[in-house]
């Protein structure tokens, strides 16, 4: 199993001007590690990561999205891999973290931890869908999930994490949101 | 336009015109029998619109927020079972955040010549009320006439940056 932490670091170093849409605790993870402007965090109803990458892998096919999810988020929106397979944007990134846990909400199990999501995103249109447990194996995906023709998804299974200290409240500014929106405009 | 008797048929080819006189681009959907001749199945074939079917109702909230970040316009076309699905992530995106969420909303069931208030489908007559508590505006869809009213709605959505809702009354057709 992975380390989220570990993971993320290594996917930072090699992003540069790609948007990256984060979620709960892989949104926390995520900023604490490359907090930048073209971050953007899926705000309000757990689940609609996917989807609101999605709008903004319509509205901007010049740029790679990458989203970092949760499984217990991607269940709570399972559709959206039909919707994403169908519309099957080629700049479209989906990496789930597998950890079999509502971290975020106390870190209850989810109604099945063995569920396989790169069998069901594959079913569900997404051909190009990968399950990876090593750290050096997602290591050596990493430019391919930034650069191979989409849309991509992976089943990164990983270590339940803490839950540590976090501030929605600074997450989902006005600030945040507003400064995405002109590092979008701006590049 | 030209307005109408209550009692003529509403033409979704007028929405749709209205629609995309107001920029929109893309049609975010979960089908509803009331708006599926007149609206949708047009909207299907019409080359100028992109329609995203989606699997239910709160995908289309986060698509049009990610859309509208690149600045793309969309509609949301939905039945009020699934505005009514939809609640938690109306009231993140629309409410929380202020963004510019535009729904078209079909009240199927709802009774001709009664005000949906007034209808006797429980479901109907909340519609109105829930949009009022949560602070969007909406305007009656019910004759031609009232197509009118969609693309300046879109239009001061997107401006100033808040959620609009078009409720459909009547059943649109396709000529």
């Known amino acids: ?187 | 336009m030209q307005a109408n008797t209550p009692q003529a048929p509403l033409q979704g080819a007028h929405i749709i015109a209205a629609v995309k006189q107001a920029g929109v681009k893309h049609i975010l959907s979960v089908p509803d029998l009331h708006t599926s001749n007149g609206l949708l199945k047009p909207i299907a074939q019409d080359q100028e619109l992109t329609l995203i079917r989606t699997c239910k109702e709160d995908e289309t909230l986060g698509i049009a927020a990610g859309l509208s970040y690149g600045n793309k316009r969309a509609l949301i076309l939905v039945q009020w079972t699934g505005f009514l699905y939809a609640m938690n992530a109306i009231r993140a995106m629309a409410c929380d955040q202020s963004m510019p969420m535009c729904m078209m909303i079909g009240l199927l069931g709802k009774e001709p010549d009664v005000p949906s208030r007034q209808s006797a489908r429980f479901g109907v007559r909340v519609v109105e009320p829930i949009l009022d508590v949560m602070g969007i505006a909406y305007h009656r869809i019910s004759v031609d006439a009232d197509a009118e009213l969609i693309a300046p709605a879109i239009e001061q959505a997107y401006a100033q940056s808040k959620p609009i809702a078009f409720l459909i009354e009547r059943r649109p057709v396709h000529a």
């Open chain 1, 1 to 187: 199993m992975i380390d989220r932490k570990q993971a993320w670091a290594a996917l930072a170093r090699h992003i540069t001007d790609e948007i990256v849409v984060a979620t709960y605790s892989s949104a926390t993870d995520w900023m604490a590690i490359a907090d930048r402007p073209l971050n953007y965090f899926a705000f309000g109803a757990m689940g609609l990561a996917s989807s609101h990458a999605l709008g903004l892998a319509l509205a901007r096919p010049d740029k790679r999205v990458i989203v970092l999810d949760g499984d217990g988020s991607l269940l709570m929106n399972l559709g959206t891999l039909v919707t994403i397979g169908a519309v099957a944007p080629k700049n479209f990134t989906h990496i789930v973290g597998h950890n079999g846990s509502y971290e975020a909400n106390g870190g209850h199990p989810i109604p099945n931890r063995q569920t396989d999501f790169a069998g069901i995103a594959r079913s569900s249109g997404i051909a190009k869908a990968q399950r990876i447990n090593q750290l050096a194996d997602f290591v050596r995906a990493i430019p391919g999930l930034l650069k191979d023709e989409g849309p991509l998804f992976v089943d990164l299974v990983i270590e339940q994490g803490e839950l540590g200290p976090r501030s929605y409240k600074d997450m989902y500014s006005r600030a945040r949101r507003e400064a995405f929106r002109q590092a979008l405009q701006a590049g």
